[in-house]
Each structure stands twice: as C-alpha cells, then as structure tokens.
C-alpha cells in the first residue's frame, strides 16, 4: 500500500516550458486535491475532484489545468510556466464519505522551479 | 468567509519543554477539527483531530481540545523532544456543498534544540 505517490520529485523548468505533475493513490479514495506551498503563505489550495469526473476550482487556479483521468490519478499540468509557479506542490486524497469530514492525505510533494 | 488563524512561529524550545501552539478559527458547525504535521522534506501528515465539541484528539504526547465556546483547537505537549521539530498546521474544514475542504492555517514552526 503505497498511499499517494507523486512524479516527479524534483524539476526544473525554462519560463513558458509545460510539464504535467502526476499523482495517484490507491486507497480507493473519492476526492483528490493539488495544493502549492510557499513560504508565508501555507498551503493553498489549486483544484480538486470531489469525485471521479468532477473538478473544481481552489484558491488559486490560474495558470493550471487538471485532469481526473480515474478514481486513482489526479494530475496537474502548467501550460506555460512563470516564475511565480515556482512551489513544492502536493497532491492529497481522502475519502470522502458523506459523514463529517475527512483526513486528507498527503503524497511527498513536487519541488518545481521555473527559471 | 471561514477562516483560521494560527500562532505565528518559529517556536524555539529546549527538549522536554511544554509546547503550546494557538488555533483559532471563525464559523461554526465544524464537524471535525485537525491538527497535521510536516517533518523537513515531507508532506503532510495528520497528527490528532476530534470529531465533536470538547473532545480531545490525542497522538505522539501531543492533545487538543475541541472549545466550541472559545472556537478553539490549541495544541498541546508536555515535554517536546528533539524529533518533533516540524512545521505544525491547524485545519479546521470549511464546507462548500458536499464539499469539505480544509481551510489551513499558515503553520508554525517548531525548533527544538537538546
């Protein structure tokens, strides 16, 4: 039982580049999110899937994509970098029943610098 | 909107110290409230929640209390260790729909020198 994992660990990338950050759990688990961590600002938000086929907007959508391609992977991808998408990136999953809320829980983030 | 405010770090203390870290947070009607930690070079991890007013989420020597008058889930530890030197975040979940996602707060850091 892997838990979340997440490719790559670390990257580097040339202002306008594109690349696509991949997660996947295998905990069976309904809801998927993409946080970015920077420091002062905690953890914020990107997207989540609530469920397989749905997405939705977090805190700070902008300059991101996603795509919930099935129940275990949840992927981001950054069309044209900018400096400013230079974060650690997280992918997080949970269970997502109707009782009460869920521990998330969280792959080991994606170091990614834009140049 | 719903929000969190967390005791601004970093915390320095000497091993076997008590630790207090604050976590506030406005609305109401959480159903759980949690605490989750993040050692150097990982994600997150959960490290206690509690699922009601006044119950106490409990893990690793660390407890907090779920005050539902004061809107309150402070983190506690008797005597902290050289190991527990981590970044520390409140999360009270805020519901949007169906929804529940955590609303965090900025986190706070944690030295403990031996």
């Known amino acids: 039982n892997a838990g979340v994992t997440q490719t790559p660990k670390f990257q580097v990338l040339k202002t306008g580049q594109s690349m696509t950050l991949q997660c996947a759990q295998d905990?069976?688990?309904?809801?998927m999110y993409w946080y970015r961590q920077d420091p002062g600002m905690g953890l914020r938000l990107i997207y989540y899937?609530?469920?397989?086929?749905?997405?939705d907007k977090g805190e700070v959508p902008n300059g991101y994509n996603v795509s919930r391609l099935n129940k275990r992977e949840f992927s981001l991808r950054l069309e044209s970098a900018a400096p400013s998408q230079t974060s650690v990136y997280f992918c997080?999953?949970?269970?997502?029943?109707?009782?009460?809320?869920?521990?998330?829980?969280f792959g080991p983030g994606t170091r990614l610098t834009v140049l | 909107g719903n929000s969190v405010t967390q005791m601004e770090g970093p915390v320095t203390l000497s091993e076997e110290a008590f630790l207090t870290i604050n976590c506030t947070y406005t609305?109401?009607?959480?159903?759980?409230l949690f605490w989750y930690v993040q050692y150097p070079g990982e994600g997150l991890q959960l490290l206690l929640k509690?699922?009601?007013a006044d119950d106490k989420g409990s893990n690793k020597g660390f407890e907090a209390t779920y005050r539902k008058e004061t809107t309150s889930f402070h983190l506690e530890k008797g005597s902290v260790q050289v190991s527990d030197s981590a970044v520390y975040f409140c999360?009270?979940?805020?519901?949007?729909?169906?929804?529940?996602?955590?609303?965090w707060g900025l986190g706070t850091s944690l030295a403990v020198n031996p």
């Open positions: 997080a999953s949970s269970p997502a029943t109707t009782k009460g809320t869920d521990t998330q829980y």
């Open positions: 905990m069976n688990h309904n809801s």
């Open positions: 899937s609530a469920s397989e086929g749905t997405t």
């Open positions: 609305a109401t009607g959480y159903p759980s």
């Open positions: 509690a699922t009601k």
């Open positions: 999360a009270p979940p805020s519901r949007t729909g169906n929804n529940r996602k955590l609303i």
